[in-house]
């Protein structure tokens, strides 16, 4: 069993819908819980980063946690085009000196359509 | 402000080859990172460098190895090329942080193809 599960897709939704993302874990010790979004043939850019439990806004974004079910999600309102990409779930421990690996799920392919 | 930028962005090997694969961080950026990403998976952790010394290593073998000059610039190297090793390799960099936390900033990625 993988430390993080994450549904490939694809996923295909029409412009405007409310997206939602999600990923399981099964490590305990993970604290730090992160979205990246990638662009095919780029490399990752750090989308929401959440320390803990809880919610966190930005703009369209919302990143939720849930520790006691290992269970994150990534909520995208009013979506757009421009947002079709891959979508990577991380989440890292707390390693005593710091400089932690992440450990990512497989990916979440994300198509907007007009 | 430049961010990550790694070289080659393509290259092309046989097998039994080595490859030595290259990263500047983003500026102010003292740890860098590789990850192993293939075809259709999330980013595999390979390894992380601080004060030119490797700090953690995930579950790669002897063959994938690297470096880290005083510019805080890496090279990863992998000996003994296998097909499997056919991936994108992308470097991230961060700035240490003892509390933990650890947001990388990723390069666009070296895309090796081994025949």
């Known amino acids: 069993q993988k430390e993080v599960e994450q549904d490939p897709g694809p996923l295909s939704v029409p412009e405007g819908a409310i997206v939602s993302l999600n990923c399981t874990y099964s490590?305990?010790?993970?604290?730090?819980f992160m979205w990246y979004r990638q662009y095919s043939r780029k490399g990752p850019e750090l989308l929401m980063y959440t320390y803990s439990s809880g919610n966190k806004e930005d703009g369209r974004f919302t990143a939720q946690v849930d520790k006691s079910s290992k269970y994150i999600s990534l909520f995208i309102r009013d979506s757009q085009p421009s947002d079709s990409a891959t979508y990577l779930c991380a989440m890292s421990a707390v390693v005593t000196g710091g400089g932690n690996k992440l450990t990512f799920g497989t990916g979440t392919q994300l198509k907007v359509e007009l | 402000d430049a961010g990550v930028t790694q070289s080659p962005t393509h290259l092309i090997k046989t097998r039994g080859q080595q490859v030595t694969l290259r990263c500047s961080p983003k500026s102010g950026h003292d740890t860098v990172s590789w990850y192993q990403q293939a075809l259709g998976q999330g980013p595999q952790f390979i390894f992380q460098?601080?004060?030119?010394?490797?700090?953690q290593r995930g579950n790669f073998p002897d063959r994938f190895s690297g470096h880290q000059f005083p510019n805080y610039s890496s090279e990863l190297n992998v000996n003994a090329l296998l097909l499997g090793d056919s991936a994108l390799y992308l470097c991230a960099s961060s700035l240490r942080d003892s509390s933990g936390a650890n947001v990388l900033t990723f390069g666009a990625g070296s895309r090796l193809t081994v025949l």
């Open positions: 460098y601080y004060e030119e010394e490797e700090r």
């Open positions: 490590n305990s010790a993970f604290q730090y």
